[in-house]
C-alpha cells in the first residue's frame, strides 16, 4: 500500500507526491505526475480550492485501487478544506477500472449544461469497473446537471454511493438529478445519502437498464424524488413516501426545521430526537448522510483518514436502544 500527497497549500518542495514537503499541488498535477503500481492512497488537503477538472485515465488504478481521500470531517460544506471547485462540465471523469473517492467536497459550476461532480464513464470489459463515492459532499450551487452519474458501461460494472451529502441543483430541465445510471449497464446502490432541493429535476433517477438499489436514503424538496423504475428502495424518507418501508415526511414549514437542523444553510443533521429520521433505517439507526445525537453528531475514527491537526472521524449511523443514543 503506497500513500501520495496533494496539498493546494504546498509550498516550494519538488511537486512529485512523496510528501506533505513535496506534495502536488492540484489533482491535475497529480493526475499527470502519479502511476500507480499497488494499491495506493492520494491523500488530499488544503485551504485553498482546487479548481482543476480532470480525467483519470492511464493512472494504473485499472489494476490496483486508487482512493482519492481528502479531509473533510463532515457536517456542512468547509471552505477551510480540500475542495474541487470548477465550472468545466465534469469535476472528475473516472474512467479507471478501481477507483474510491473518499471523504471529499465537490462545488459545482453554475453555468453551462449538464455539468457533473463524478462522471463515471465505465468501458465495454464486463465486470471490471468499480466506483465508489464514500462520505463525500455535493453542492450544486443552484446550477444544472447531474452531480454523480454513472454512464454507459458493461453488466458487472458497480457504482456505489454512500453516506454522501448532495444538494441545490436549481437551474436546467427535469433531467437535473443527484444520482442516476443513465440508461447502462451499471449496478448502482444508493445507501444512507442525503438529496435535497433539486428544484428543476429529480432526486434520483433511474435509466432503461442496469439495476439502482436505494436503502436507508433522505431525499426532499424535489419534484420528483425517484424517478423511473427501481431494482429497490427500502427504508428512505421522502415527501412522496416511495418504496418500501416508507417514511413519508410530514412537514409542512418549506425550511424543514422539524426534520433537519437547517436545510436551507446546508446542515442536514436530524433536528432532534423527535426527527422522522431518528431510528428509522433498516438497522433502527437514523436515515440519511448524518445520524441524530444529543450531545453532537455521533462519529467514530477511521484508521488512515489523515489531518494536519490530528485525525479525522467519519460519521456512522449507530443502532438505538429504548434508553436512547449508543
Not at 453532537?296 to 429504548?322: C, D, E, H, W
Request: net charge negative; hydrophobic share 30%; charged share 15%.
Amino acid at each position: 500500500m503506497a500513500d501520495y500527497y496533494l496539498d493546494t497549500d504546498v509550498i516550494g518542495g519538488t511537486g512529485d507526491g512523496s510528501s506533505w514537503a513535496n506534495a502536488f499541488a492540484s489533482l491535475s498535477a497529480a493526475v499527470s505526475g502519479l502511476t500507480i503500481s499497488e494499491d495506493s492512497t492520494l491523500n488530499c488537503r488544503g485551504a485553498a480550492a482546487d479548481t482543476t477538472s480532470v480525467i483519470l485515465n492511464g493512472m494504473g488504478a485499472d489494476t490496483y485501487t486508487l482512493t482519492i481521500k481528502g479531509d473533510w470531517p463532515g457536517g456542512t460544506y468547509s471552505t477551510s478544506r480540500y475542495r474541487l471547485e470548477s465550472t468545466s462540465r465534469d469535476l472528475i471523469q473516472s474512467e479507471e477500472r478501481k477507483v474510491t473517492f473518499d471523504h471529499l467536497q465537490f462545488k459545482m459550476g453554475n453555468t453551462g449544461s449538464y455539468l457533473s461532480a463524478i462522471d463515471f464513464q465505465p468501458g465495454s470489459a464486463v465486470g471490471t469497473y468499480t466506483c465508489n463515492v464514500l462520505d463525500c459532499i455535493v453542492d450544486g450551487n443552484g446550477g444544472r446537471g447531474v452531480c454523480l452519474f454513472a454512464g454507459s458501461g458493461a453488466a458487472g460494472s458497480t457504482f456505489n454511493v454512500e453516506r454522501t451529502i448532495i444538494y441545490d441543483i436549481q437551474a436546467g430541465s427535469t433531467s437535473s438529478c443527484a444520482v442516476t445510471g443513465y440508461d447502462s449497464d451499471v449496478a448502482v446502490t444508493v445507501d444512507h445519502c442525503t438529496v435535497y432541493n433539486f428544484g428543476a429535476g429529480r432526486g434520483l433517477r433511474r435509466g432503461s437498464t442496469g439495476s439502482f438499489d436505494v436503502t436507508n436514503t433522505l431525499v426532499f424538496k424535489t419534484p420528483n424524488d425517484f424517478d423511473g423504475t427501481f431494482t429497490s428502495i427500502n427504508y428512505c424518507a421522502s415527501d412522496d413516501g416511495d418504496g418500501t418501508n416508507a417514511v413519508t415526511i410530514t412537514q409542512t414549514a418549506n425550511d424543514y426545521a422539524a426534520l433537519v437542523t437547517d436545510a436551507p444553510g446546508g446542515d442536514f443533521s436530524p433536528t432532534d430526537g423527535s426527527s422522522q429520521l431518528v431510528g428509522a433505517d433498516s438497522t433502527g439507526g437514523d436515515i440519511g448522510a448524518i445520524p441524530f445525537s444529543s450531545t453532537g453528531p455521533i462519529q467514530q475514527a477511521v484508521a488512515g483518514v489523515f489531518s494536519s491537526t490530528g485525525s479525522l472521524t467519519r460519521k456512522v449511523n449507530y443502532k438505538r436502544t429504548l434508553t436512547g443514543a449508543i
